[in-house]
Nanobody, 124 residues
Framework: QVQLVESGGDSVQPGGSLRISCAAG????????MAWFRQAPGKEREGVAF???????AYSHSVEGRFTISRDDLHNTLHLQMNSLEPEDTGMYYC??????????????????WGQGTQVTVSS
């Protein structure tokens, strides 16, 4: 069983920056494909950023150029650096992991393991 624990969520003003993290089990981040999803109230959970075992990354159109996903293999931690935050970025952010090949990274069903989430609120 893979445990994922998110942290770092906070309330920030529009235009601000925030880094959230996901602590994973031993070797998880280096051997698994990992992703960040988010869910705003009343909306579907949506994919935000993805990184596979080779370090190849992908981003949703809404965050590309503003968010950066990274992986710290030494500390088994996944990060999401978020810059130029907008009110539309508000939501619960979830870390996800997949042990199998991920062909469709935006699909929630591609991932076997999920964290409990960390809240990000962007408001003035």
């Amino acid at each position: 069983q893979v445990q994922l624990v998110e942290s770092g969520g906070d309330s920030v003003q529009p235009g601000g920056s925030l880094r959230i993290s996901c602590a994973a089990g031993v070797s998880t981040v280096s051997y698994y494909s990992m992703a960040w999803f988010r869910q705003a109230p009343g909306k579907e959970r949506e994919g935000v950023a993805f990184i596979n075992r080779s370090g190849i990354t992908a981003y949703s159109h809404s965050v590309e150029g503003r968010f950066t996903i990274s992986r710290d293999d030494l500390h088994n931690t996944l990060h999401l650096q978020m810059n130029s935050l907008e009110p539309e970025d508000t939501g619960m952010y979830y870390c996800a992991a997949a042990s199998r090949w991920v062909g469709a990274w935006l699909a929630r069903t591609s991932y076997e393991y999920w964290g409990q989430g960390t809240q990000v609120t962007v408001s003035s």
